[in-house]
Protein backbone atom coordinates (compact mmCIF):
# COMPACT_ATOMS: atom_id res chain seq x y z
CA UNK A 1 0.00 0.00 0.00
CA UNK A 2 1.51 3.26 -1.23
CA UNK A 3 -1.55 5.85 -1.40
CA UNK A 4 -4.34 6.15 1.19
CA UNK A 5 -6.86 9.07 0.93
CA UNK A 6 -8.96 9.75 3.46
CA UNK A 7 -11.84 11.92 4.17
CA UNK A 8 -13.03 12.77 7.68
CA UNK A 9 -16.80 13.99 7.21
CA UNK A 10 -18.23 14.45 10.48
CA UNK A 11 -21.81 14.34 11.32
CA UNK A 12 -22.51 17.29 13.19
CA UNK A 13 -22.47 20.92 11.67
CA UNK A 14 -23.84 24.45 13.03
CA UNK A 15 -23.59 25.97 9.85
CA UNK A 16 -25.24 23.53 7.75
CA UNK A 17 -27.33 21.13 9.44
CA UNK A 18 -25.82 17.54 8.20
CA UNK A 19 -23.78 19.38 5.74
CA UNK A 20 -21.58 15.94 4.41
CA UNK A 21 -24.93 14.53 3.59
CA UNK A 22 -26.18 16.89 1.62
CA UNK A 23 -26.44 16.65 -2.08
CA UNK A 24 -25.30 18.81 -5.06
CA UNK A 25 -25.74 17.62 -8.24
CA UNK A 26 -28.29 15.24 -6.75
CA UNK A 27 -25.26 13.29 -5.37
CA UNK A 28 -24.38 13.86 -1.37
CA UNK A 29 -21.12 15.61 -0.77
CA UNK A 30 -19.75 12.51 0.92
CA UNK A 31 -20.12 10.29 -2.01
CA UNK A 32 -18.56 13.31 -4.54
CA UNK A 33 -15.45 13.07 -2.22
CA UNK A 34 -15.21 9.52 -1.96
CA UNK A 35 -16.20 9.19 -5.98
CA UNK A 36 -13.52 11.40 -7.39
CA UNK A 37 -10.83 9.56 -4.35
CA UNK A 38 -11.26 6.43 -6.21
CA UNK A 39 -11.25 7.89 -9.77
CA UNK A 40 -7.38 8.82 -8.84
CA UNK A 41 -5.38 6.21 -10.49
CA UNK A 42 -2.76 6.83 -7.74
CA UNK A 43 -4.98 6.12 -5.07
CA UNK A 44 -4.93 2.46 -3.81
CA UNK A 45 -7.09 3.32 -0.66
CA UNK A 46 -10.13 5.63 0.27
CA UNK A 47 -11.18 5.29 3.69
CA UNK A 48 -13.95 7.61 5.46
CA UNK A 49 -13.33 8.87 8.80
CA UNK A 50 -16.72 9.50 10.45
CA UNK A 51 -19.06 9.47 14.27
CA UNK A 52 -22.16 9.00 11.66
CA UNK A 53 -24.04 6.06 10.83
CA UNK A 54 -26.05 7.45 7.40
CA UNK A 55 -22.67 9.15 6.34
CA UNK A 56 -21.05 5.53 6.86
CA UNK A 57 -23.68 3.99 5.12
CA UNK A 58 -22.80 6.11 2.05
CA UNK A 59 -19.48 5.91 1.91
CA UNK A 60 -19.35 2.39 2.02
CA UNK A 61 -21.62 2.14 -0.73
CA UNK A 62 -19.33 4.46 -2.95
CA UNK A 63 -16.54 2.31 -2.22
CA UNK A 64 -14.71 3.41 0.99
CA UNK A 65 -13.89 1.78 3.99
CA UNK A 66 -15.05 3.30 7.22
CA UNK A 67 -13.47 4.02 10.27
CA UNK A 68 -15.17 5.02 12.94
CA UNK A 69 -14.34 7.87 14.64
CA UNK A 70 -14.59 8.57 18.47
CA UNK A 71 -16.43 11.18 20.22
CA UNK A 72 -13.78 12.47 21.70
CA UNK A 73 -12.24 13.48 17.96
CA UNK A 74 -15.73 14.24 16.98
CA UNK A 75 -16.23 17.65 18.54
CA UNK A 76 -16.65 21.09 17.06
CA UNK A 77 -13.08 21.85 18.50
CA UNK A 78 -11.56 18.47 17.26
CA UNK A 79 -8.82 19.27 14.69
CA UNK A 80 -8.90 17.55 11.81
CA UNK A 81 -5.10 16.29 12.00
CA UNK A 82 -6.32 14.31 14.74
CA UNK A 83 -8.74 12.41 12.57
CA UNK A 84 -6.08 11.80 10.10
CA UNK A 85 -3.58 10.52 12.62
CA UNK A 86 -6.31 8.13 14.21
CA UNK A 87 -7.02 6.95 11.06
CA UNK A 88 -4.00 6.39 10.00
CA UNK A 89 -3.61 4.45 13.20
CA UNK A 90 -6.34 1.97 12.42
CA UNK A 91 -5.05 1.18 8.82
CA UNK A 92 -2.32 -1.77 9.98
CA UNK A 93 -0.02 -0.77 6.94
CA UNK A 94 1.34 2.89 6.81
CA UNK A 95 1.10 4.37 3.40
CA UNK A 96 3.96 6.17 2.02
CA UNK A 97 1.46 8.76 0.69
CA UNK A 98 -1.70 10.73 2.53
CA UNK A 99 -4.17 12.62 0.81
CA UNK A 100 -6.33 14.53 2.82
CA UNK A 101 -9.93 15.64 1.10
CA UNK A 102 -12.56 17.02 2.74
CA UNK A 103 -16.35 16.62 1.66
CA UNK A 104 -17.20 20.29 1.78
CA UNK A 105 -14.82 20.44 -1.33
CA UNK A 106 -17.64 19.01 -4.21
CA UNK A 107 -15.52 19.70 -7.20
CA UNK A 108 -12.22 17.60 -6.40
CA UNK A 109 -10.81 16.98 -9.92
CA UNK A 110 -9.36 13.35 -9.98
CA UNK A 111 -6.95 14.60 -12.27
CA UNK A 112 -5.58 17.19 -9.82
CA UNK A 113 -5.46 14.52 -7.11
CA UNK A 114 -3.30 12.23 -9.85
CA UNK A 115 -0.88 15.51 -10.28
CA UNK A 116 -0.25 16.13 -6.34
CA UNK A 117 0.48 12.67 -5.42
CA UNK A 118 2.83 12.16 -7.92
CA UNK A 119 4.88 15.41 -6.78
CA UNK A 120 5.25 14.17 -3.00
CA UNK A 121 6.05 10.60 -4.48
CA UNK A 122 9.01 11.71 -6.63
CA UNK A 123 10.19 13.96 -3.95
CA UNK A 124 9.64 17.03 -5.38
CA UNK A 125 7.35 18.39 -2.52
CA UNK A 126 6.44 17.07 1.22
CA UNK A 127 3.42 18.21 0.85
CA UNK A 128 0.87 19.73 -2.18
CA UNK A 129 -2.30 21.53 -1.35
CA UNK A 130 -4.85 22.25 -3.56
CA UNK A 131 -5.48 26.42 -4.28
CA UNK A 132 -6.10 28.68 -7.76
CA UNK A 133 -4.42 31.80 -8.40
CA UNK A 134 -5.68 35.37 -7.63
CA UNK A 135 -5.04 38.72 -7.87
CA UNK A 136 -7.47 40.20 -5.50
CA UNK A 137 -6.41 43.08 -2.84
CA UNK A 138 -6.54 42.14 0.47
CA UNK A 139 -7.53 44.29 3.13
CA UNK A 140 -7.74 43.82 7.49
CA UNK A 141 -9.46 45.73 9.46
CA UNK A 142 -7.22 47.36 12.47
CA UNK A 143 -7.33 49.72 15.21
CA UNK A 144 -6.62 52.20 12.44
CA UNK A 145 -8.77 51.25 10.15
CA UNK A 146 -8.71 49.34 7.09
CA UNK A 147 -5.35 48.70 6.09
CA UNK A 148 -3.86 46.71 2.66
CA UNK A 149 -2.77 42.96 3.42
CA UNK A 150 -1.10 42.18 0.13
CA UNK A 151 -0.49 45.58 -1.17
CA UNK A 152 0.37 49.24 -0.68
CA UNK A 153 -2.85 50.90 -0.25
CA UNK A 154 -1.21 54.57 -1.96
CA UNK A 155 -0.26 52.65 -5.45
CA UNK A 156 -2.77 50.71 -7.36
CA UNK A 157 -1.06 48.55 -10.05
CA UNK A 158 -2.71 46.70 -13.22
CA UNK A 159 -3.05 43.20 -12.39
CA UNK A 160 -0.31 42.14 -15.56
CA UNK A 161 2.19 44.44 -13.21
CA UNK A 162 1.65 42.09 -9.90
CA UNK A 163 2.60 38.75 -8.54
CA UNK A 164 -0.60 36.49 -8.00
CA UNK A 165 -1.11 35.28 -4.48
CA UNK A 166 -3.04 31.64 -4.03
CA UNK A 167 -5.92 31.26 -2.36
CA UNK A 168 -5.91 27.87 -0.49
CA UNK A 169 -9.08 26.20 -1.56
CA UNK A 170 -9.34 23.44 1.22
CA UNK A 171 -9.59 20.30 -0.90
CA UNK A 172 -6.94 18.36 -0.71
CA UNK A 173 -3.65 17.65 0.89
CA UNK A 174 -1.33 15.32 -0.52
CA UNK A 175 1.35 14.71 2.90
CA UNK A 176 4.12 12.50 2.78
CA UNK A 177 2.87 10.39 5.85
CA UNK A 178 6.47 9.91 8.03
CA UNK A 179 6.63 13.67 7.83
CA UNK A 180 3.05 14.22 8.96
CA UNK A 181 3.34 11.98 11.63
CA UNK A 182 6.66 13.98 12.52
CA UNK A 183 5.36 17.49 12.12
CA UNK A 184 1.68 16.57 13.80
CA UNK A 185 0.52 19.33 11.34
CA UNK A 186 -0.40 19.24 7.31
CA UNK A 187 2.21 22.08 6.47
CA UNK A 188 6.31 20.61 6.68
CA UNK A 189 8.90 20.73 4.56
CA UNK A 190 8.96 21.60 0.78
CA UNK A 191 5.49 22.87 0.32
CA UNK A 192 4.09 22.90 -3.24
CA UNK A 193 0.63 24.65 -4.32
CA UNK A 194 -1.39 22.59 -6.83
CA UNK A 195 -3.58 25.49 -8.62
CA UNK A 196 -7.11 24.08 -9.79
CA UNK A 197 -9.32 25.57 -11.80
CA UNK A 198 -11.10 28.29 -9.66
CA UNK A 199 -14.45 27.11 -10.48
CA UNK A 200 -13.50 24.17 -8.76
CA UNK A 201 -12.52 25.98 -5.47
CA UNK A 202 -16.00 26.44 -4.32
CA UNK A 203 -16.15 25.17 -0.70
CA UNK A 204 -19.64 24.45 1.54
CA UNK A 205 -19.71 25.68 5.13
CA UNK A 206 -22.87 27.90 4.31
CA UNK A 207 -26.27 27.54 3.05
CA UNK A 208 -25.64 30.17 0.42
CA UNK A 209 -22.64 28.44 -0.56
CA UNK A 210 -24.12 25.07 -0.80
CA UNK A 211 -27.11 27.35 -2.88
CA UNK A 212 -23.97 28.20 -5.32
CA UNK A 213 -22.63 24.81 -5.97
CA UNK A 214 -25.97 23.54 -6.92
CA UNK A 215 -25.64 25.93 -10.09
CA UNK A 216 -21.85 25.40 -10.38
CA UNK A 217 -22.43 21.22 -10.70
CA UNK A 218 -25.15 21.90 -13.04
CA UNK A 219 -22.03 23.60 -15.29
CA UNK A 220 -19.29 21.00 -14.10
CA UNK A 221 -21.08 17.81 -14.09
CA UNK A 222 -22.24 18.11 -17.28
CA UNK A 223 -18.68 18.60 -18.91
CA UNK A 224 -17.52 15.42 -16.86
CA UNK A 225 -16.34 12.53 -18.46
CA UNK A 226 -16.81 9.23 -16.78
CA UNK A 227 -13.63 7.96 -15.65
CA UNK A 228 -12.81 4.14 -14.88
CA UNK A 229 -9.94 3.64 -13.46
CA UNK A 230 -7.53 0.72 -14.50
CA UNK A 231 -7.76 -0.64 -11.08
CA UNK A 232 -11.23 0.00 -10.62
CA UNK A 233 -12.83 -0.38 -14.40
CA UNK A 234 -16.49 -0.29 -13.03
CA UNK A 235 -15.86 2.87 -10.44
CA UNK A 236 -17.93 5.45 -13.36
CA UNK A 237 -20.19 3.04 -14.57
CA UNK A 238 -21.48 2.04 -11.30
CA UNK A 239 -24.72 4.41 -10.07
CA UNK A 240 -24.46 6.82 -7.10
CA UNK A 241 -26.00 6.25 -3.84
CA UNK A 242 -28.05 10.09 -3.18
CA UNK A 243 -29.57 11.50 -0.41
CA UNK A 244 -31.80 8.99 1.37
CA UNK A 245 -35.21 10.99 1.94
CA UNK A 246 -36.90 10.86 5.24
CA UNK A 247 -40.58 11.87 6.37
Known sequence: MSVVAIIPARGGSKGVPGKNLRPVGGVPLIVRAVTSARSAASIDRVVVSTDDTDIAMLARAAGAEVVARPAELSGDTASSESALLHA???????????????????????????????????????????????????????????????????????????????????????????????AGHRFFGRVGVALTDERRALEVDTLEQLELAQAVARVLDARAPERPTPERPDAAARPLPTERTTA
Do not use: K, M
Open 88 to 182: LDTLGEEPEVTVFLQATSPFIDPADLDAAVGRVLTGENDVVFAAFETYAFLWRVGEGGAEGVNHDRRTRPRRQDREPSFQETGAFYVLRTAGFRA
